[in-house]
């Protein structure tokens, strides 16, 4: 089992989540945060007043997935996340050991 951990533009986390439903994904924790990479912000100007944007508004996506459906996913976010625009953001797969189900005490594959 792998997780990934996808950083996207807010706007395109419709385009996303089709995809990935799609794909057979049936459950995935998306969360609003925050940062930056290379884009190191942006200026913003409020009533004549002109300040930096530090930190930039992302979602994240975590989906767990069996080891064989990863490259599919990745691929599926990349085609769906891309705007070809600096900011588009980033993917990240880790190994995971282990999964349980708190309600029924599946573990593994069963319980994702």
Do not use: N, W
């Not at 969360?31 to 190191?40: D, H, I």
């Not at 080891?67 to 980033?90: E, H, N, P, Y």
Request: glycine share 12%.
């Amino acid at each position: 089992m792998k997780k990934i951990e996808a950083i996207i533009k807010p706007f395109r986390l419709d385009e996303v989540k089709e995809e990935l439903q799609a794909l057979g994904i049936t459950g995935m924790t998306v969360t609003e945060v925050k940062g930056f990479g290379r884009q190191k912000g942006h200026k913003e100007v409020y009533r004549g007043a002109e300040y930096q944007v530090d930190f930039i508004p992302k979602i994240k996506i975590e989906i767990i997935v069996p080891s064989a459906m990863v490259d599919g996913v990745v691929q599926g976010i990349l085609r769906s996340a891309k705007t070809g625009k600096i900011g588009d953001g980033k993917i990240f797969i880790s190994a995971l050991e282990e999964v349980v189900r708190i309600r029924t005490g599946e573990t593994g594959d069963d319980a994702v």
